[in-house]
């Protein structure tokens, strides 16, 4: 999970100050590192770790001041996250060509020794980016004529989503000349277009997610469709262009968890995905014929599904957990060491909300369980009589291969574990989990036709190319990494 944006404003204009707002708009995104490349005349940059008030400075603005620029968050899934691996990228010949994206390439090393190393291409980092900007950018130096074209940036594309696999958003500038973004075959990453009326014409955007555009008052056009490219060259006309044909399936985890709840991914709105989460789940606590006092969200991301259940039940809704917002999410932090104490320094309790009640604690998911586990020792703690947990989505069993580093399989707690089981190892009185049936429903609402990736509850990957050995290998990347 990274977030990006894209600005391609008039000649003249100075687009640092929404990209800037756009990259503090998604920083829950990626809190590892931050870039930001702008064109005037040349590429310049401003790359860093850290969150992007750490990473951008006074001193730093006024060379990045410009009217084509790309900015990102990282979080790293490919690489060590160290500095070479920060996006944006560039390169300056034979085309000047800059790139961000969000996702993963699941045939980076196959690239990296297939056609890279028969080329005789050393990649500089470990950052599946630089994979896909080579591509895309070989294809459009071996074009004929002398300025860079809509067919050149089709066919460049069109070799990227043949060469590269996995599921990617990307967006990018043209030096001097254009803006690009392309959403891969599956659309499984989130990519909007918007715009905004200047003086001295439109200015254009491409985000990782609506609230980018909202804050700096983009009128958003439309998402892009899996597979679609859109470019804006010197006539500054947004031109659309169908590369290649597949399903469409977006990450439902974004509507569950990753996005902002005031963003809209392709028409759903977050926010009342999850309000709808809430409203499910509580129909399926109705059965179990339990009773509880109180519905105590986890937050953040809890919250708005914790109002609907509470409704829909008719007991109150309290915030029973206060967050410390200045430690980092647990879910994207590096290994599962740092995870544990963090969790620990994260969510203090409110004594009142538990003692001699029935609590009904509300997450988002449950993956690993040391967050759940540290929960309901904490909810006992303060003099809870009954300890019952829930899950506004469904097990989480599988890894994920499209830029989520989750988990390794073993790690899933609801791995060979019925509910009871899971409320068995966490020391909960009951545990309940949204179905996958319910889950999809409350997502996406009145868009029917929209089906999912949901890999990571089902095990079906869209992009049909995960192969028994891929498996294996994240399972041991992971593994190593959980071990440092
Ligand atoms: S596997 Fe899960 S987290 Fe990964 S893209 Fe699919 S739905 Fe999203």
Redesign the pocket.
């Known amino acids: 999970m990274c977030g990006f944006i894209s600005i391609f404003g008039p000649d003249g204009s100075d687009v640092l100050q929404d990209v800037l707002s756009g990259l503090l708009a998604i920083q829950h995104r990626g809190q590892d590192a931050a870039g930001i490349v702008t064109f005037k005349e040349r590429f310049q940059a401003k790359k860093g770790l850290g969150l992007v008030r750490e990473v951008f400075e006074e001193k730093h603005l006024d060379r990045l001041r410009g009217h084509l620029a790309v900015g990102h968050v990282r979080y790293p899934t490919v690489g060590l996250g160290d500095k070479t691996d920060v996006q944006p990228f560039w390169i300056d010949f034979p085309v000047g060509i800059a790139m961000a994206h969000n996702g993963n390439v699941t045939n980076f090393h196959e690239l990296k020794r297939d056609y890279f190393g028969k080329r005789h291409v050393q990649l500089a980092s470990n950052c599946d980016l630089e994979a896909v900007l080579y591509v895309f950018a070989d294809r459009i130096s071996r074009r004929s004529a002398v300025a860079v074209t809509l067919l050149d940036v089709v066919e460049a594309t069109r070799e990227t989503f043949q060469r590269v696999k996995g599921?990617y958003s990307v967006v990018g500038t043209i030096a001097g000349i254009g803006m690009y973004a392309f959403r891969d075959p599956f659309g499984?990453?989130p990519c909007i277009f918007g715009r905004k009326k200047t003086d001295a014409g439109y200015c254009y955007a491409v985000a990782s997610e609506s609230v980018v555009l909202d804050v700096s008052g983009y009128e958003i056009v439309r998402d892009l469709k899996a597979g679609e490219l859109l470019w804006i060259g010197e006539d500054r006309q947004p031109q659309f262009v169908q590369v290649v044909t597949a399903q469409h399936?977006p990450?439902?985890?974004?509507f569950i968890y990753f996005a902002r709840p005031d963003s809209f991914l392709d028409g759903v709105s977050v926010y009342g995905a999850r309000l709808d989460l809430g409203t499910a789940l509580a129909e399926s606590w109705r059965q179990t014929g339990l009773h509880a006092d109180v519905v105590i969200p986890v937050p953040e991301s809890a919250r708005t599904a914790a109002q609907t259940m509470s409704e829909s039940l008719g007991i109150p809704c309290r915030e029973g957990f206060h967050k410390n917002r200045y430690v980092g999410r647990t879910f994207i932090m590096p290994n599962d060491k740092v995870r544990r104490d963090t969790i620990r320094q994260k969510l203090n309790p409110i004594r009142a909300e538990f003692e001699g009640k029935n609590v009904l604690i509300l997450d988002d998911s449950i993956v690993r369980g040391n967050t759940s586990r540290q929960i309901v020792k904490i909810a006992r703690h303060m003099g809870a009589k009954k300890v019952y947990l829930a899950s506004y989505s469904a097990p989480l069993l599988?890894?994920?291969?499209?830029?989520?580093d989750?988990s390794t399989k073993r790690e899933f707690i609801a791995r060979n574990r019925d509910h009871l089981e899971v409320a068995k190892e966490l020391g909960a009185d009951y545990v309940l989990y949204q179905t996958i049936e319910q889950m999809v429903e409350a997502v996406r609402r009145t868009k029917t036709e929209l089906k999912?990736?949901?890999?990571?509850?089902d095990g079906n990957?869209?992009t049909g190319d995960i192969t028994d050995q891929m498996l294996t290998d994240i399972e041991q990347d992971r593994l190593a990494a959980n071990k440092e």
Do not use: D, T
């Open positions: 599921a499984i990453k399936r990450c439902i985890f974004e599988h890894q994920c291969f499209y830029g989520i989750m999912f990736c949901m890999a990571c509850f990957y869209p």
